[in-house]
């Protein structure tokens, strides 16, 4: 059993590739559970950041600091009435969620969290991703069409045109990143999403660095146009409640509204992965190439450990400026024993991060490599994630027709510039 | 200010000749002429249709009927007067014509102000100025809708503060304080009183 | 608008919705109803739209009617004067300023210097907590979230020294017909000044947030032009009035309490629109605080009430007297017959002038424009239908 496990770690292919069917399988359930705790843990973080921003506090009750309010709202909108418009198409009411939530997770299959941490690497990876996550637009009409409601409709042709319009530049980003992978002895690049990630590794930078400022522009045209993408602020027209149109999901009540932003946050996990992968490194720590020396490595390796117990320490802060009240004695002991949590999970990667510095192919060596891996990844799309949120509380949001003229007149010919440069500077340097 | 008493346009009891005061305190005031070279021109153009006042230092115009909207098209036109500040009215029952309609104007290249103001009887309806300032659209609805006073020539002249089905015009003298429209009341809200 | 005559029982939209505009164009009719997040109270809009485009609006408004001005001939003056701040319930201070002032412009008497410049400041107070207001509920409509909690944590310290003063933060009724009834309280003075060092920072960081906001400028630039012609034929006023360039402010033009004491400046927009209408209110901002400032350092000593008689009993007559508000010019027409109680008081309400305004600068714009100039025309419906 354990030289099953063992063999599995030792792997350096994806279980697609390898072809076993049961390891893909339990990465499939792990990425499940890994998205739900994500989305959970974005709901929460959302509404707190949100609030720090507005000089409010958000959720403080449920929950110590709010923590368990998320769980509260998944409860409530599971046991809400499940209301569908007598006029609805009916099947098509019930299966537009479906479609935006297997569009949002079907993408999942190709993100790399490291090396050989991934479901399946593709050799069409990006062009999967880019594929798959489209059909979201299409989960978006058909919610807009099955509620026969004009308001809906509307909101979701809108929502769709958005998403179709900045596809193209988000598209065009991407085919330049892909072209800085051909810079290499061979002259072919690759699609796979782990390949390109190691054409970075072998090119020694990050493609946001590359031929500057070119790589930097496709990289900022496709951040902009992944906001886009997922209808956020400021593009959140489509669904801003001090609008006429009350957008696509107006029909919609409890679970399945729930689906919805379920999609929601999914996709603009999925696409700041995108990002992340094509230009920030994916699972690379920072200077991979720069600062080798072994200690450097366990330096870097301690860093998920150290996270965690910085956590931990909030959390325990948190628990100590309580008021020791007898009210808060629950949130007190709450927030204590997820403070121990954390400060247990921290202790934990610490001891693997300290085993693993002394032999190289033990388990505890593959451990901390895959926990890198997978910690440096999470890391840089949680960046991408409080972006979302940050743009959310400050900037008032595009009219809708700004939005378009935005995608097509202002996005759409600068990454056609770039596109073009980056192919002449590759060629010139190659 | 403190010159020979006239009779004021408001059909209050006649007030009594005040003595010349040097301090406008110790008698109330009472409204006197106004005398200007634009009031000059009017009164020799519209004689004795037309009246000049001031009282307490705002002067107005007291005027016939027949003279709207002549005399107020020929206040923007000529004398500037292109802002209309308000439109309303009053009610006197017990005169013969028994509403003040009342017109207050203000000029911003002389930054004056006037007021222009006649009377007509209920039931007689009152030619509107909407073409001579726009805002008197929503101000001659508003005097409508509290008065029953008809507009002449307004493009929608109907209730605006009240509801559309409302009958009765509150801020008549015969409307009581209590009263209200208990059928709209009953039909639309479903109570029986507002009360 | 040439609608057919209104019988008094059909509901507009009805007849609009049963002429079939769907068969012969391409119009529709949109309601924004009376309960909508965007429209600052009830006030129901219907939308005439070519597609997106808008061709005309009609405002019903009348939601909030309470009959004030009935009310106040069955009041006595005195007893009037609670009344007057629940129009403007976000300005309170100057309706009552205007009302007060227009009593006692028709006793013929003149509250003293000490109350004449407790008046002004505290109504350049309120015009910075309104103006305040409307800052945050515009750039919400607009989409910005945050400036409104920052503008109603900042406005709160406004609403501490009215609390601390009358006792009451919103419907203040500060003012008496002669003078104040309070007496400044001890560390007035100390409070006011604190105040000012603590918005003026503020105001820089609202305008860090939005003026050069390239989001906020394609919003609001070109969006609900109104030319100064139009503006003065349609009797707005305010600063609506000086963002279409004309330079009119009624405390320089004919000044009442004290303002003719201080020196402070009139902004005034260019074009009309929008983003001037920010402009401009921002900029009053800034005055408003170097009045106070100029106000706060010289209150005169002396009595805070005039010899007002117990009863008021104004002579028989008729005064309009009229004030810059917030909002636009805010003007008081009473007519006395000589006992306690106005024979009839009207109030001159900027916003429901205002408000006309709407449907001209909303002609040819698109639907997610309208809630923009309906909240730059700040409206408060309170004062709309009285």
Not at chain 2, 1 to 27: F, G, I, N, W
């Amino acid at each position: 059993m354990l030289n099953f496990v063992m063999s599995y770690l030792g792997s350096t292919v994806t279980p697609g590739q390898a072809g076993n069917q049961f390891w893909a399988l339990i990465y499939v359930l792990i990425i499940f559970a890994g998205v739900s705790v994500a989305v959970v843990a974005m709901n929460w973080i959302e509404r707190k950041a949100l609030a720090h921003f507005q000089i409010r506090l958000g959720p403080m009750r449920v929950g110590p600091h709010g923590l368990l309010q998320p769980i509260a709202d998944a409860l409530k909108l599971m046991l809400k009435e499940d209301i569908i418009p007598a006029e609805a198409d009916q099947f098509v009411f019930w299966v537009a969620p479906l479609i935006g939530l297997l569009a949002a997770f079907a993408v999942y299959t190709v993100i790399p969290f490291g090396p050989s941490q991934a479901v399946s690497d593709m050799n069409i990876g990006i062009l999967f991703m880019l594929g798959v996550s489209s059909l979201g637009a299409l989960g978006i009409v058909v919610a807009g069409w099955a509620s026969n409601s004009h308001y809906p409709l509307i909101g979701a042709l809108r929502s769709t045109a958005q998403m179709v319009s900045y596809e193209v530049a988000m598209g065009l980003a991407v085919v330049s990143a892909v072209l800085m992978t051909s810079l290499n002895s061979t002259g072919t690049g690759t699609l796979s999403m782990i390949g390109i990630v190691q054409a970075q590794q072998q090119q020694g930078i990050w493609f946001i660095f590359k031929f500057f400022p070119l790589g930097l522009l496709a990289f900022v045209i496709f951040a902009i146009a992944m906001i886009a993408e997922t209808n956020r602020a400021p593009f959140d027209m489509a669904e801003a409640e001090s609008e006429l149109t009350a957008g696509y999901h107006t029909e919609y009540s409890g679970l399945r509204w729930s689906l919805f932003m379920l999609a929601e946050y999914a996709a603009m996990i999925a696409v700041s992965s995108i990002a992340v992968t094509l230009w920030l490194g994916g699972w690379m720590r920072p200077f991979p190439n720069l600062l080798q020396a072994p200690a450097w490595q366990f330096t870097f390796s301690l860093f998920p450990g150290l996270t965690f117990l910085g956590l931990a320490a909030i959390a325990g802060f948190g628990t100590a400026r309580m008021p020791a009240h007898s009210f808060f004695r629950i949130q007190r002991i709450g927030l204590g024993v997820f403070a121990s949590l954390l400060g247990s999970i921290a202790l934990l990667l610490l001891l693997i991060a300290v085993a693993g510095r002394s032999a190289d192919t033990s388990i505890a060596a593959r451990f901390s490599e895959g926990i890198d891996y997978v910690y440096w990844f999470v890391l840089k799309v949680a960046i991408f994630m409080y972006l979302f949120i940050w743009y959310r509380a400050t900037w008032p949001r595009y009219r809708f027709d700004q939005l378009m003229r935005v995608g097509w007149k202002v996005l759409l010919p600068i990454s056609l510039g770039v596109l073009i440069a980056t192919a002449i500077v590759g060629v010139i340097i190659s | 200010m403190a010159e020979e008493v006239k009779t004021p346009a408001p059909p209050a009891q006649p007030v009594a000749p005040a003595k010349p005061a040097a301090a406008a305190t110790s008698a109330s005031p009472v409204p006197v002429p106004w005398i200007s070279p634009m009031v000059e021109k009017y009164k020799s153009q519209y004689g004795s249709a037309l009246e000049a006042l001031t009282y307490l230092g705002q002067n107005y115009l007291s005027v016939d009927r027949s003279l709207i909207p002549d005399i107020l098209r020929l206040l923007r036109d000529g004398e500037q007067f292109d802002y209309c500040v308000d439109v309303t009215a009053v009610h006197y029952p017990k005169r013969e014509k028994q509403f003040d309609v009342i017109w207050i104007l203000y000029s911003f290249s002389r930054n004056e102000r006037m007021r222009v103001k006649t009377q007509i009887a209920d039931g007689a309806s009152i030619p509107s100025c909407v073409s001579i300032w726009a805002t008197a659209n929503w101000l001659e609805r508003e005097v409508y809708d509290m008065f029953g006073i008809q507009f002449e020539g307004h493009p929608d002249l109907k209730r605006i503060l009240l509801p559309d089905g409302w009958k009765g015009h509150p801020l008549r003298k015969d409307y009581d304080i209590l009263q209200q429209d208990k059928e709209w009341v009953q039909i639309n809200l479903g109570i029986e009183s507002g009360q | 608008m040439n609608a057919p005559t209104n019988d008094g029982t059909q509901d507009v939209s009805k007849r609009w919705l049963s002429e079939k505009p769907y068969l012969d164009s391409n119009e529709l009719i949109i309601n924004m109803g009376p309960q909508h997040p965007a429209t600052h109270g009830v006030l129901r809009v219907i939308l005439k739209l070519d597609g997106e485009r808008v061709l005309g609006t009609e405002c019903v408004i009348g939601y909030l009617h309470r009959g004030v001005e009935k009310i106040a001939e069955n009041r006595t003056y005195a007893m009037f004067n609670p009344y007057v701040d629940r129009m403007d319930y976000v300005a309170a201070v100057s309706n009552g300023l205007g009302y007060c002032e227009a009593v006692e412009k028709l006793l013929n008497v003149e509250a003293p210097p000490r109350a004449k410049y407790i008046r002004v400041i505290l109504t350049e107070l309120n015009r910075i907590a309104s103006h305040q207001l409307w800052l945050g509920t515009h750039a919400l409509d607009i989409g910005a979230m945050t400036p409104l909690f920052y503008t109603f944590r900042d406005r709160e310290e406004i609403l501490k020294i009215f609390e601390r003063y009358c006792g009451a933060r919103l419907t203040t009724h500060a003012f008496r017909i002669g003078g104040c009834q309070y007496e400044t309280y001890a560390g007035f003075e100390k409070d006011v000044k604190k105040f000012l060092t603590f918005v003026a920072p503020k105001i820089d960081e609202y305008e860090a947030l939005l003026t050069t906001n390239r989001i906020w400028m394609e919003r609001t630039k070109n969006v609900g032009v109104i030319s100064a012609a139009d503006a003065i034929a349609l009797g707005v006023t305010g600063p609506v009035l000086r963002a279409s360039g004309v330079k009119w402010d009624l405390r320089k033009a004919q000044p009442y309490a004290a303002y003719s004491d201080f020196d402070f400046e009139i902004p005034v927009g260019t074009k009309g629109d929008t983003y001037d209408r920010y402009l401009v209110r921002m900029a009053e901002m800034r005055q408003s605080l170097g009045i106070i400032e100029q106000a706060v350092n010289v209150i005169p000593e002396g009595p805070i009430m005039a010899k007002v008689p117990k009863v008021i009993k104004p002579p028989v007559g008729e005064i309009y007297h009229s004030i810059e508000a917030p909002k636009g010019e805010l003007g008081y027409f009473i007519v006395s017959d000589g006992s306690t109680q106005p024979y009839r008081l009207r109030v001159r309400p900027p916003s429901f002038v205002n408000l006309q305004a709407l449907d001209i600068m909303v002609r040819g714009l698109l639907v997610a424009d309208v809630v923009a100039v309906i909240g730059t025309i700040d409206i408060v419906l309170g004062e709309v239908d009285r």
